[in-house]
């Protein structure tokens, strides 16, 4: 049975932040690279994720966008913006019980 190769995360990397810092101290681009994972030729996930930051603004603007719109941004394929699109409708639900358990109380 051949061994998995262990996997490291360099701390000059968005993810070696979180890891170092916490999420709270990333950038929304950095925590967008994280979920883009890897980016392509000549453009890495985190100038992908400042992309998509600088065309829609911010998260909300994001989330806002239909898939063809997001699909415009250079290397972003369907496994990716699939990635994004479920970090985004975690963050609504989230909004959705608070609201929720705040009218409740």
């Known amino acids: 049975m051949k061994k998995l190769k262990e996997q490291t995360i360099t701390w000059d990397h968005p993810g070696g932040k979180l ?3 916490g999420a709270e101290y990333c950038t929304d681009a950095e ?6 994972g ?3 030729p000549g453009k890495t996930a985190l100038k992908m994720a ?3 930051i600088e065309r829609f603004k911010d998260f909300k ?3 806002n966008q ?5 699909y415009q941004i250079k290397g972003l394929k369907q496994v990716k913006v ?3 699109a479920a970090a985004l409708e975690i963050a609504r639900r989230i909004v959705q019980q608070v609201a929720k358990e705040l009218k409740n109380e």
């Open 19 to 21: 890891l170092r810092k």
């Open 31 to 36: 925590l967008l690279a994280i979920l883009i």
């Open 38 to 40: 890897a980016g392509i």
């Open 50 to 52: 400042e992309e998509i």
């Open 61 to 63: 603007g994001l989330a």
């Open 66 to 70: 239909p898939f063809e719109k997001i």
């Open 82 to 84: 699939i990635r994004i």
